[in-house]
């Protein structure tokens, strides 16, 4: 179903085309990408995996994005050659990391994100559930948090409020326990027939929920004696197949996450309670940091605004440049 939807409009190489090189397009395998290794590209076809090379006049297309080619991408290939890569109907990506400049590709032609966090540890970065939700919408991806290690929590009480934020900006929720069993039927519901990426720090239990729902039996990490921190098992991201129907990815763990050239207009959405108390600020441009009539903060001042979700707007609206 998804190879059918993606593979029928294909990005044409700018230079050494099909027909010059005598390749006839029936000639060509449709396949789904897997997984990238440092050389080579794992494609499945047919039943079958082939390790495959980039062709040359594909790499030259090199511009804003760091990777050219991810996993879920839907390609045509001959000879363990990738001769195109086809148009994604949705993408999810972030800032890379280091230089900042260029588009660091996770995962491609994915249906839902799947950010995934700990109920207590390592400790839950709400700042950074909003900034994979963002990068969901903005992607064509439906974002759904997955609260997980459920169990170790005693008074569950203290969620209620963050839960009730997410609902309400559309985001569902879905809380879990690989240990009891917890909420893993409606997860694995959630997943059906459609293709799915798990996102989070690491330690948060990616690898066993997806252990527990596709039967597989992948290394799972434990948490750093010292730090707290989750430590890393998946090396890289890999398409795994689910039974039935549909596709999932697991991913590395990442501790931070730039979202790709995001604009002020990105917030709005998300951030709905923080939108709505703006409309009545004093001043229109309103940054809600420190202006005299600033709605916005009265309403954190008064109780009914979380401080973590004045921060996190805040943060990323000074990545924006916008303020």
């Given at each position: 179903?998804?190879?059918?939807?993606?593979?029928?409009?294909?990005?044409?190489?700018?230079?050494?085309?099909?027909?010059?090189?005598?390749?006839?397009?029936?000639?060509?395998r449709k396949g789904r990408v897997i997984s990238v290794l440092s050389q080579e590209v794992v494609i499945a076809s047919e039943g079958c995996l082939y390790r495959c090379v980039l062709r040359g006049a594909l790499k030259k297309k090199w511009g804003?994005?760091?990777?050219?080619?991810?996993?879920g991408d839907f390609v045509?290939?001959?000879n363990?050659?990738?001769?195109?890569?086809?148009?994604?109907?949705?993408?999810?990506?972030?800032?890379?990391?280091?230089t900042r400049q260029k588009q660091q590709l996770l995962a491609a032609n994915i249906d839902q994100?799947?950010?995934?966090?700990?109920?207590?540890?390592?400790?839950?970065?709400?700042?950074?559930?909003?900034?994979?939700?963002?990068a969901a919408y903005k992607g064509n991806m439906r974002p759904i948090l997955i609260i997980n290690k459920i169990d170790l929590v005693s008074h569950r009480a203290i969620l209620t409020p963050l839960i009730d934020i997410y609902e309400k900006s559309e985001v569902p929720v879905i809380v879990t326990s690989v240990r009891t069993g917890e909420g893993l039927d409606r997860l694995s519901e959630k997943m059906k027939g459609v293709a799915s990426v798990f996102a989070g720090q690491s330690g948060v239990g990616k690898s066993s929920l997806i252990n527990v729902i596709v039967g597989l039996n992948r290394a799972v990490g434990g948490l750093a004696t010292k730090?707290?921190?989750?430590?890393?098992?998946?090396?890289?991201?890999?398409?795994?197949?689910?039974?039935?129907?549909?596709?999932?990815?697991?991913?590395?763990g990442i501790r931070s996450f730039g979202i790709w050239k995001m604009q002020r207009e990105d917030l709005l959405h998300h951030f709905h309670e923080i939108t709505a108390l703006g409309r009545e600020c004093h001043f229109p441009d309103c940054t809600h940091r420190h202006e005299p009539g600033c709605t916005v903060r009265a309403a954190l001042e008064r109780g009914e605004l979380l401080p973590f979700r004045l921060d996190s707007y805040l943060k990323l609206l000074s990545e924006t440049n916008e303020f």
């Open positions: 179903m998804l190879l059918q939807r993606a593979a029928s409009s294909c990005i044409q190489l700018p230079m050494d085309d099909v027909s010059s090189r005598h390749t006839a397009l029936s000639e060509l804003e994005e760091k990777n050219l080619v991810v996993v045509l290939f001959t363990n050659v990738i001769e195109k890569v086809c148009a994604r109907f949705s993408c999810l990506s972030r800032q890379e990391h280091l994100v799947l950010i995934t966090v700990s109920a207590q540890q390592p400790p839950m970065k709400p700042a950074l559930i909003d900034r994979y939700v963002i730090t707290g921190k989750g430590s890393d098992t998946s090396a890289r991201a890999e398409l795994i197949p689910l039974k039935g129907d549909g596709f999932c990815i697991d991913t590395p």
